[in-house]
């Protein structure tokens, strides 16, 4: 339940970052906020059905384990955002406001 939640607030963060960045570099911010907030989900989908539910169907020795696999969708949802933001929207660019 908590890892849901995080889940949401850090991609309506992930939302709000790709937004802001798009803007700074003369993006189409609403595009790139999608493109954003969609590799994000797609990484953290991926991680929790591949990884998270697998090792957590079986009986966890600790809760740090437990907790630490139902907090790691967002950790690699937020790491593939990063690299997509710098890969794909960033591109050399310099982040100057265009105020």
Same mark, same amino acid.
């Given at each position: 339940?908590?890892?849901?939640?995080? !889940?949401?607030?850090?991609?309506?963060?992930? $939302?709000?970052?790709?937004?802001?960045?798009?803007?700074? /570099?003369?993006? #189409? &911010? =609403?595009?790139?906020?999608?493109?954003?907030?969609?590799?994000?989900? !797609?990484?953290?989908?991926?991680?929790?059905? $591949?990884?998270?539910?697998?090792?957590?169907?079986?009986? /966890?020795?600790? #809760? &740090? =384990?437990?907790?630490?696999?139902?907090?790691?969708?967002?950790?690699?949802?937020?790491?593939?955002?990063?690299?997509?933001?710098?890969?794909?929207?960033?591109?050399?660019?310099?982040?100057?406001? #265009?105020?």
């Amino acid at each position: 339940m908590i890892s849901n939640l995080l !889940l949401k607030f850090i991609g309506i963060g992930v $939302l709000v970052w790709f937004f802001k960045t798009a803007e700074k /570099v003369g993006e #189409k &911010s =609403v595009k790139w906020a999608i493109i954003g907030v969609l590799g994000y989900a !797609l990484a953290a989908a991926l991680t929790h059905f $591949l990884i998270t539910d697998v090792i957590l169907d079986r009986p /966890v020795s600790s #809760k &740090s =384990v437990w907790q630490f696999f139902n907090i790691l969708p967002s950790l690699v949802g937020l790491t593939a955002a990063y690299f997509v933001r710098k890969k794909f929207l960033l591109k050399g660019k310099t982040l100057e406001s #265009k105020e």
